[in-house]
T-cell receptor, first 110, second 112 residues
Framework: AQSVTQPDIHITVSEGASLELRCNYSYGATPYLFWYVQSPGQGLQLLLKYFSGDTLVQGIKGFEAEFKRSQSSFNLRKPSVHWSDAAEYFCAVGAGQLSFGAGTTVTVRA | DSGVTQTPKHLITATGQRVTLRCSPRSGDLSVYWYQQSLDQGLQFLIQYYNGEERAKGNILERFSAQQFPDLHSELNLSSLELGDSALYFC???????????FGQGTRLTVV
């Protein structure tokens, strides 16, 4: 069975500081991994995805994620956050049919 | 714009009622997925259709049903609604190979 754990429910970060969101997955084969962002009242926007190849994946809005098979992790990072990055972030695993983590809410303070 | 269209965007209805949510997938996508996002359960996969046939089932209640029509649009029917059914319902679609799913903006259902 596939599953995702996002250990951090809520993270507060200062504008301009770096951000790292953790994601651990369980999957029977080579995983397809995704990070989505959801602003309040909005839909899901895909930030980046990993299917195979280079384990460091670049996404939109300056985000990147690193796939580490040995740690079953796919952590999301951004070097310098902007106030507009305040949102909920979801890690997901699967092909088409996705299993989502519980999400991490990011608050950005001035 | 993902190319996946969901209607209506918002729906308010009373307990015990029945509603239908509609999803138009991206042009050419054969698979449609339905997800429910609630405060209690988070984002959960409900059901998948592929070219008109049910392909996979997740945590979908018996009061809920879905179908996919020949033009590939899909409908999610929710009946005997309860307060706990209030949620954001997402539709997603994917093409052949089906690895990446594109999400619609969701339908927010409020049961009062």
């Amino acid at each position: 069975a596939q599953s995702v754990t996002q250990p951090d429910i809520h993270i507060t970060v200062s504008e301009g500081a770096s951000l790292e969101l953790r994601c651990n997955y369980s999957y029977g084969a080579t995983p397809y991994l995704f990070w989505y962002v959801q602003s309040p009242g909005q839909g899901l926007q895909l930030l980046l995805k990993y299917f195979s190849g280079d384990t460091l994946v670049q996404g939109i809005k300056g985000f990147e994620a690193e796939f580490k098979r040995s740690q079953s992790s796919f952590n999301l990072r951004k070097p310098s956050v902007h106030w507009s990055d305040a949102a909920e972030y979801f890690c997901a695993v699967g092909a088409g049919q996705l299993s989502f983590g519980a999400g991490t809410t990011v608050t950005v303070r001035a | 714009d993902s190319g996946v269209t969901q209607t209506p965007k918002h729906l308010i209805t009373a307990t015990g009622q029945r509603v239908t949510l509609r999803c138009s997938p991206r042009s050419g996508d054969l698979s449609v997925y339905w997800y429910q996002q609630s405060l209690d359960q988070g984002l959960q996969f409900l059901i998948q259709y592929y070219n008109g046939e049910e392909r996979a089932k997740g945590n979908i209640l018996e009061r809920f049903s879905a179908q996919q029509f020949p033009d590939l649009h899909s409908e999610l029917n929710l009946s005997s609604l309860e307060l706990g059914d209030s949620a954001l319902y997402f539709c997603a679609s994917s093409g052949i190979g089906g690895v990446r799913a594109f999400f619609g903006q969701g339908t927010r259902l409020t049961v009062v």
